[in-house]
């Protein structure tokens, strides 16, 4: 489920964001707590290793790595900020075009309850068969991008039981073999079901059948947005570049900033904290950023994040069939308001 | 209330943003200085504790302990500039999104006044219903996302008082199941009844028509936007992140910028200042620019420099009435302008 | 006036931008020199300070406090650098944007030209009221952000006697009370009038009053982005800390980037310049950056790097005014182009 | 072929991205490893020839020639980091809007299917003709700037043989010399094949006519648009400052990174362990960011990870054609869906 | 002309672009080799002065001029880095949005052929003339932004004996008096044409005439977007603070990267190299980057790599005639596609 928080930090007041850092559900805790033990495992295991076995000619070589690893991890030899900052970036404002490209039916049903006229049986089925198509559509493009709805829909007989399409439909839709993705096939059928209620006369007029064949490119439109946002994704590279920077970085970590022995007196090395406070705070904030490019990759997952797919397939077939049926020239009396004069 | 100075920064002049510093309401301070004061209070405690609590072996560990945390907040360990450089960015460019999504009635109106037609009762009632519908939905839509709209209409029925509504209407709106916001009700509403109005004649034509269906769809799209752009929020991941980051940035400077005695002859210790002129600078801007992060990242709370949502309402139904009502077909006189020849 | 000088630059020649450098007007220099000359004063304040009227006892303890300061701003401490880049491309976004809302009444005045008919007087009439209610409510929005312009119209009797408005459209004006701009009242006239001209026949058909409509709206949406624009300003937190970052950075500065007494053999004080080349150099640098944020924050300001607004507004009245009369159905003779074969 | 892997990545769970780092297809190894292994040669030449070839005076000198070097590609002299990010976020923009503006024939299809009438074999060849000519100015567009294309494609023979064009037509397109690509000429012939559909009343009125030509405007602008992409480029001036800072500093990291004799006592060379980890990463991370600008660059070659433009020729005129002949008019009864109540 | 390379960098291989460093046309040899020679001269001049001119006092005051130079040449005092960085991608934005805004008459011309009828002379008259003012407009505005187009067609006269201007409407042309560019005249032109040829019924109804009417005001937007391009520059201010910036950081490296007697052991200068290779590639690095801006700030000069405005003229105006008249209702016969079944 989508994590909305926004209310909750509506007025900048004192302290702001700090009350959110007290949450589970969609915390960076929850993503990161699993990589933070591992991290400390190791980081435990050099950390037992140098001290208690190692011999003393050993544990001088090993101090002379660590120093050697850490002159690295000071300085800004692995580019891990500067390339996260910019994938993160680039991942985030996918991100926000993925889910702008959602296809909402809202406008296509008003158009389609404003222009396929008549209250009776025919009317509805116009209405209703032209809605539904469209929704048909878009569940048959987000089963093949997201997972929970891959879930819900594991094949089409399930789109057939959820209503969604008749059983001839389905034998229409299989009878045509493509290796693409098929969803612009409903599109077709409402695209010709609407030129048909044209010949019958349930759409009026020319004019009221452009007005229907705009707002259905405008939705196909996003559809097909949506499908090729998942088909050519940030290239590989860019994320293996990302990926392998910051493990590398915290590989060497592990190493370099093991507490020498300040009876050595290694420069910087005058304590003995057994905890690498800062380096588990560095591995907390740049780990927690891929975490965050990682997340927002690919919204359609199973995060706790990611959009809540089902709910809105839910929300639009539900909203549709209201609007172009239930409420179709269903209006409360027309009356005065209260500031007329 | 939204805090304007452009003007005042018209012209850029000799200390130009200067004056912009000595302000009070939405600015950085008042923001800001209860963070302040924290801050200090917690480095006077520790300042205090060091100085005369602590045994001289107790301060021999503190200073090795200050002196290890400042080590890592003097250079660039914890990255609190870029995170918060490419968060700020980003959230700012979510803000002016949302403020340009606000629906504005100005295009509609004109659409309305233009093609809906009748000086008699019937077509100024038509209008006028149009219109308040155009406004109950971003009432609706407004009441879920802002928190001032919330304070002002609690409750469905404070909408039907505020004249937004009938009784009946509202009715009608209850009498529909929907675990979504239902903001696009009124504009089904609308639609049906530009359509009614096309067959009493009222609206003359289907071109006409369609013009209204338009606006009506750009209308609605800018309230769908502002829903979503509330409901999905920035990845909580993301500013849990950076929250952290500068909180605990500062959490380790406490520490790591306490003034060691000068005698002890420490490393850039030579001055003991008692007050941390740097470190509360820094603070402040650090501090600041995450301010600027809470402030706009919902820019429909009760903050100073939120929009102020309450009186765009009272201005978008006052000027959608006027606009249909008292100023139909209400023109001066065409007379010749000054520079006819 | 705004400063155009990219036909100079047109080539990447040797030392290209190097001829920008010897210009005053517009330039930075004009911008800075008197923030640069407060600033050498009091740099030189100090430095004479430090050097006469100090005993060596409180020379030692400045020196001390020099010190100190120079620490800070020699490293990152104050993160003027990100801010600023930050801030001034946000800024700078903006004034394009603010630049690109500009109401032109092109496209307006060639589909009035092209669909509003009549040789005669009615219909000359009619096109020049028109096309001058278009200008009228661009004046009124500039009138309010622009401090040109507000200067040549200081009320609104100034905008009458200029032409763009008669005194019985005046009192229609004045006779809505609305605590907002009114910009939009023209406008509204301009739908009425456009509808009232399709009643006449001069409009001869739906899809050019369709026509008319649409690019009304388009011209209404930039005026209403500019009024927007001019009202939701950056917010005034994220102004303050940038001119904070600024100014107190350089206030350090003033005291850190002393020549110390070069015999004392401070770190990096071996040489006694009494001009602080890279620190004015500095402030010229930063304190430009900052300059161009101002500059740009408000464009409709009297900067000379501003834009013309009151030009603009004389050229969209005269270009209207020829485009729908004087040039109206005025064609030369059609005859065959050179190259008819 | 386009790598595509966010479905493995939909999760954000434990180690996420490092699933992805085992792949060779699309990987930056396989695009990296020839370089890597030929800056290991000759690093590894530089230091066969240091240890056992030169005299211990000219190790001396090379020694020094090292150290010096180090001194610059330790610290920021050459920008590579920013270079590096800023470019590869203009070019992962350009390569994204290159995407998006691929043409793909759906809207087309959808409005020529519901309003080219006739089931006849007239209507169908209209139909068919219409959408052939819309694929071919695409092929046209595509054969000029991708490589696996021109390859599919070399002459315009191939594509006549293909199918997309008559011989007829091939005459036709070759009658016309024009310096600049004609990929324009089948999208004319759209528009006058259209324009002679609506005389002969297969179009049936002026605005389904209008709406052909609105959707054949914005394909066009599409294939324009895809043009200019492949003929204006990032000016290659920016390219080589590019290429140039990180081949110049990894030219001189082959020298300044070389282990020096340990017992000589020079700071940080205090161990040698023959291989430059830390040199090999960032060489690893720099030249793979590189990679990454090369890939993204032009989509239109034959990485891994470039365009699939063949089979997007192959699915667009599928497509097409079974939207327009098979599934003309074929609408599966339309029955009561499972929710009619 | 503008040089194009994207084709030989199409696939990402083994030193993928280092094939484009061996190029001379368009390159930033080109651009930069006198700026090198002049740099190199300078610091020449001043390494002479130093080792041979000066006695040994004056040598020790030069290094220690040059020691202090140095020191703030080493660190971020000067920021090139990000100012530039911002700069040239602002730039680049503007020089992509300028590209895109290049008025492109191929909408236009498909919509004049496809909805003005008659094979006959005064079809051919209308059509050709119709598309002479729409390239006529463009060749306005770019006469006054590009110095190339400017070159060609010094007067009007110029534009007239090249074909797209008669004699007579020069004249009408002339007869107008504006202070601002007279680019949009030709367009009313078109407008009023347009509305004659609907009279004489050249234009069979209205649909079709608001087509013509919607794409001329689309090609109007792009001139006049290209007309405030030019107008609307980057402020001066930001080019001077950029342009400064990096003139000044290499007029202080002249004197701070002089190699000084090794023997006097100043640090970091152990080694006399006579070539200052690091200063040399730094000042490639940041003037080319500075090259790169003041090549894309304005793509309509004479550059290598600027827009090849004139040949585009010419293009559009070929094309356009060819597309209005040769290719007017000229099919090639209509005959079943190969894959017909």
Redo the contacts between chains.
Sequence with gaps: M??????E????R?????K??F?WK???YR?LY??VL?FCGVYLFFSVFYRFILTPKQQDLFE??S??CD??T??????V???L??Y???A?NRW?GQ??SFP?P??L???V???VHGADERGR??R??LM?YANLSSVLILRS?S?RVHKRFPTLEHIVE??FM?T??L??FES?H???NKY??P???F??????AREEGRV????????L?????KY??KC??LF?Y????I???????????V??YFA?CVIGRQFLNPEKGYK?H??D?YVPV?TL??F???T???????????P????D???ETN?LID?NI??S???VD???????????????A
């Excluded at 989508?2 to 209310?7: A, D, G, I, N, P």
């Excluded at 009026?204 to 007005?211: E, K, N």
């Excluded at 064949?213 to 490119?217: A, C, F, Q, R, V």
């Design positions: 989508t994590v909305s928080y926004t209310l930090v509506a007025d900048a004192f302290c702001g964001f700090s959110l850092l949450r969609g915390s960076i993503l699993k990589d591992v002379r790595i120093l050697y002159q690295f000071n300085t800004n030899f692995i580019p900020l500067f390339v900052g910019f993160v970036t680039l985030f926000w889910y702008t909402l809202d406008n049903m008003m158009v309850s404003g222009n089925l116009l209703r068969t539904r991008i997972t959820a209503g008749t001839q439909e034998k229409k045509l493509s290796d693409f612009w096939m599109l077709t059928w695209s010709n079901l609407a030129s048909r009026r007029d020319d004019i009221a059948l452009g007005l064949m705009d707002e259905l490119n196909r439109g097909s947005l090729h998942d088909w050519i994704s290239p590989l590279v860019y994320t293996q570049v990302v990926t392998l920077a493990y590398s060497f910087d005058k304590l904290m800062f705070l560095q907390f904030f740049y927690g950023w891929l975490k965050v490019g990682e997340l927002i990759i690919n359609f997952g199973e995060d994040d990611d959009f709910q929300r539900q909203v069939m209201l609007a239930d409420m179709y020239q269903n209006l409360a009396p027309i009356v005065k308001d209260k500031h007329w």
